[in-house]
């Protein structure tokens, strides 16, 4: 479903989540997640709520404890706040006796907020024409939407004939028609879809980078065979560091052209075939005609939608492990991405100001990392003790750096790894590991022989990991903290 209709979010309600179930289960690529679990060691029930990266989602927490929801926060272009939350309202009385009490304080807390509130609220025997219940409890819940002035705009059944998904917002021109495109995989509920009329601001995360596919390599390697580095022995380790740094960099604007990473866009499911994503799409749009899951014909197109998409999947993991001794990387690439979770540093919010340009998180990072730091007593640093105790001439005191070894290591470089802060890709070190590896031969001589190292080789990019806290009611998990030592 994500890859037929690419929404910018996603609620999903039981989820039947547990502590057995780690994050990188459940994430979809290009996506900010949030999860709740069922708070008690019982099965079934949780909530899910995927939001597009460049939405740049908060997480936001009511002050009710209503068991089932996760809510996060949108930044809207006229500097107001989008509350989005899914909950599941269970009816089980013998584990949530009060739950529609809780729901109830829910609705009020959040009813003077702007909202969008969605999930599987469980009330059945409510006319959302004449707004009147079968049930006590509809009643008041419908009551008490009525009486904060929200919008409930499902009008066709979600489960057989009972309208029990709903969408609730605080304006009623917020969305314009919900589309119910029938059951949901192989659940007894119908998926909803919908737009909302909401301009939400949008976080950039496309950047520049370098296209070395299209890489003019021979170009730069003619332009270097005749160049004249101009490297004077007289010249500081620094200065001949800068001119070589300069040098590289023009060649790279010159022969090596930019494009824009687009990573917060949604990318397709590396396993979804075109035929699996037809056969979705035609399910979908039968039920759009004819409204009922019963229809021969839909059920026909349910059945070999599921069955397209697994043997989509089947067959690519097949070949995977079929070409594992041939192609290692992609097989270990598609393990890592089922078993690793990609953590989103930020939004940050300091003193109440969300941040999210990489610019300021990166500021606001480095002064909490800074104010933990041990502060050492630079003015009593102990002498180190003097290990060698030979002949002086048995000292390194002669160190001559040779051009082979450093073109070898150079042409032995990984390609896939980043740039430092100097900005030259290892791709291209390597592939020039010829014609560059003279000028930076006398340039580590020069740094030994002076012992001074540039100030460009002292510096190192420093990626934050986010550590997350883990918590199960039924049994406490170690907290994972930072380090106060600033380590």
């Not at 004449?130 to 009525?146: N, V």
Request: net charge neutral; hydrophobic share 35%; aromatic share 8%.
């Amino acid at each position: 479903m994500v890859e037929s209709f690419q929404p910018h979010i996603i609620a999903v309600t039981e989820s039947w989540g547990n502590a057995e179930i780690d994050d990188s289960e459940l994430y979809i690529t290009g996506y900010t997640m949030f999860r709740k679990d069922r708070p008690l060691d019982a099965r079934g029930g949780g909530v899910l709520l995927f939001v597009s990266e460049d939405l740049g989602a908060v997480e936001w927490l009511p002050s009710t404890k209503f068991p089932e929801q996760t809510w996060c926060r949108l930044c809207i272009n006229n500097d107001m706040e989008l509350l989005v939350g899914v909950c599941y309202n269970s009816r089980n009385k013998s584990l949530f006796p009060n739950n529609d009490e809780l729901l109830q304080k829910l609705i009020n807390e959040v009813s003077n907020k702007h909202m969008l509130l969605m999930g599987d609220f469980n009330y059945k025997g409510i006319n959302w024409l004449t707004s009147q219940a079968s049930e006590t409890t509809a009643q008041q819940f419908l009551d008490c939407l009525e009486d904060s002035f929200l919008t409930q705009h499902v009008t066709e059944p979600t489960r057989e004939d009972s309208i029990l998904d709903l969408v609730i917002t605080d304006e009623p021109d917020m969305i314009d028609e919900v589309k119910v495109l029938g059951h949901f995989s192989s659940s007894d509920h119908n998926a909803l879809y919908w737009t909302t009329n909401v301009a939400v601001k949008k976080v950039s995360t496309n950047r520049l980078i370098r296209d070395f596919n299209k890489a003019d390599i021979a170009s730069m390697k003619k332009e270097l065979r005749s160049l004249n580095w101009n490297l004077d022995p007289d010249m500081s380790v620094s200065e001949l560091w800068d001119t070589f740094k300069k040098t590289m960099e023009e060649l790279l604007n010159k022969y090596v052209p930019v494009k824009k990473s687009n990573t917060g866009k949604h990318k397709k499911a590396i396993w979804m075939t075109h035929k699996a994503v037809k056969a979705v799409r035609r399910k979908h749009n039968l039920f759009s005609k004819y409204k009922d899951t019963s229809h021969p014909a839909y059920i026909k197109a349910s059945c070999t939608a599921r069955k397209e998409v697994k043997r989509a999947k089947r067959n690519f993991e097949a070949k995977l492990s079929k070409n594992i001794k041939k192609d290692t990387k992609s097989f270990y690439a598609y393990v890592r991405s089922r078993c690793k979770t990609k953590v989103k540093v930020g939004p940050l919010i300091e003193s109440g100001i969300t941040i999210t340009d990489n610019k300021n998180l990166a500021e606001t990072l480095n002064g909490y990392f800074s104010s933990v730091f041990t502060k050492e007593d630079t003015m009593n640093i102990p002498e180190a003790a003097k290990i060698f105790n030979g002949d002086e001439s048995q000292t390194l005191s002669n160190i001559k750096v040779d051009a082979d070894i450093v073109r070898q290591r150079l042409a032995a470089l990984r390609p896939d790894k980043a740039p430092g802060p100097d900005d030259i890709p290892p791709r291209i070190l390597r592939e020039l590991s010829e014609e560059v590896s003279q000028p930076l031969t006398i340039i580590f001589q020069k740094s030994i022989d002076d012992s001074v190292v540039p100030e460009d080789w002292k510096l190192a990019n420093v990626c934050p990991i986010f550590k997350k806290r883990f918590e199960n009611t039924s049994s406490k998990l170690p907290t994972c903290e930072s380090n106060e030592s600033g380590g």
